[in-house]
């Protein structure tokens, strides 16, 4: 049985699925300063082990970005993922203002996975960037 739980994973908890989904690694100081930083979490556990994690950052006024969605490969395609989305959803519609932004990078091929949930794709004229620190 799995159960939903809305809070902040734990280091290790972070830990597991990042690298069960097949993430780099980051170091352990990065992490709890990264989901302290968090608006919302969500988390999903089966037999007290963590199968999916996602959450929020962003300045909770103006800004809001899904990020982290991570779905252990033994629940994929089984609607997870969906119920973690929705729970993120109702807390965007819950706290942010009319005219917010909400942001996400989806993986190659998620894209109509999150056009489900009312996201779209930006325009070839205003295409998004990003950098990963070395």
Request: hydrophobic residues 40%; glycine residues 10%; charged residues 20%.
């Amino acid at each position: 049985m799995i159960l939903i739980e809305q809070r902040l994973p734990t280091v290790s908890e972070y830990q597991s699925i990042r690298n069960s989904v097949g993430w780099h690694l980051v170091d352990e100081q990065s992490i709890e300063t990264a989901l302290n930083g968090s608006l919302f979490s969500v988390i999903a556990l089966e037999n007290g082990r963590i199968k999916a994690c996602a959450r929020i950052v962003g300045d909770g006024g103006l800004y809001f970005y899904i990020q982290d969605v991570m779905v252990h490969p033994d629940h994929q395609k089984k609607g997870l993922g969906k119920k973690l989305m929705h729970e993120l959803m109702a807390f965007i519609h819950t706290n942010a203002k009319p005219g917010a932004f909400v942001g996400l990078m989806a993986a190659k091929g998620l894209g109509p996975y999150y056009e489900t949930f009312g996201f779209k794709t930006r325009d070839k004229n205003a295409p998004g960037m990003f950098q990963i620190v070395q």
